[in-house]
């Protein structure tokens, strides 16, 4: 079975801070990639980052980038110079061969100004 | 390109009633998603297809719950009889293809109240 964990319910961080979002995930596949997607207030689910599982090479995207640990299963989001726009629900998932993704909870990330 | 278009974006209707959520994947996408979020349950993948052919629906929570996808542009879930309990927001998303790990696209959603 596959499972994402993220254990951070809510967090806060001040504009242009830094923050990160936990992920931990469990899957016995070799194969995969992980996503992390916003959903903000108009609760449009958004793609912000995606990562190959056999690629080393955290992925980026503008002040968006991944801490991806393998070997501990763990895919951390790093938001750098935080936005009032960041806030929003943000969700890890994973997707296994076949591409069914498996979603976390979710953290509730409040950006205050 | 539009993305993926759902409709209705709202619903409210009495138990019993039957209520069909429609979807219009990305031109080009070859697989189509259902998902039900509550806040209970979280993001919950009800169904997908392949080519218009449905690959898995053990997600479906009972046979009040259909899908279909008589083309590559069309794609419904359908619930008869509704109860309170399906309340909830029902995506659809779309992708270029399943088995690697493509990026799905998802639309804006349909928030079911069913009272």
């Known amino acids: 079975a596959q499972t994402v964990t993220q254990s951070q319910p809510e967090m806060s961080v001040q504009e242009a801070e830094t923050v990160t979002l936990s992920c931990t995930y469990d899957?016995?596949?070799?194969?995969?990639?992980l996503f992390w997607y916003k959903q903000p207030p108009s609760r449009q689910m958004i793609l912000v980052i995606r990562?190959?599982?056999?690629?080393?090479q955290n992925a980026t995207e503008n002040r968006f980038s991944v801490n991806f640990q393998k070997a501990a299963k763990s895919f951390s989001l790093k938001i750098s110079d935080s936005q009032l726009g960041d806030t929003a629900m943000y969700f890890c998932?994973?997707?296994?061969?076949?591409?069914?993704?498996?979603f976390g909870a979710g953290t509730i990330l409040r950006v205050k100004s | 390109d539009a993305g993926v278009i759902q409709s209705p974006r709202h619903e409210v209707t009495e138990m019993g009633q039957e209520v069909t959520l429609r979807c219009k994947p990305i031109?080009?996408?070859?697989?189509l998603f259902w998902y039900r979020q509550t806040m209970m349950r979280g993001l919950e993948l009800l169904i997908y297809?392949?080519?218009?052919?449905?690959?898995?629906d053990s997600g479906m929570p009972e046979d009040r719950f259909s899908a279909k996808m008589p083309n590559a542009s069309f794609s419904t879930l359908k619930i008869q009889p509704s109860e309170p309990r399906d309340s909830a927001v029902y995506f659809c998303?779309?992708?270029?293809?399943?088995?690697?790990?493509?990026?799905?696209?998802f639309g804006p959603g349909t928030r079911l109240l069913v009272l």
């Open positions: 031109s080009g996408h070859n697989s």
């Open positions: 990562q190959e599982a056999y690629k080393q």
């Open positions: 998303a779309s992708s270029l293809r399943t088995g690697g790990g493509e990026t799905q696209y």
């Open positions: 297809f392949n080519n218009n052919v449905p690959i898995d």
């Open positions: 998932a994973l997707a296994p061969y076949g591409n069914k993704l498996v």
């Open positions: 899957t016995s596949e070799n194969n995969y990639y």
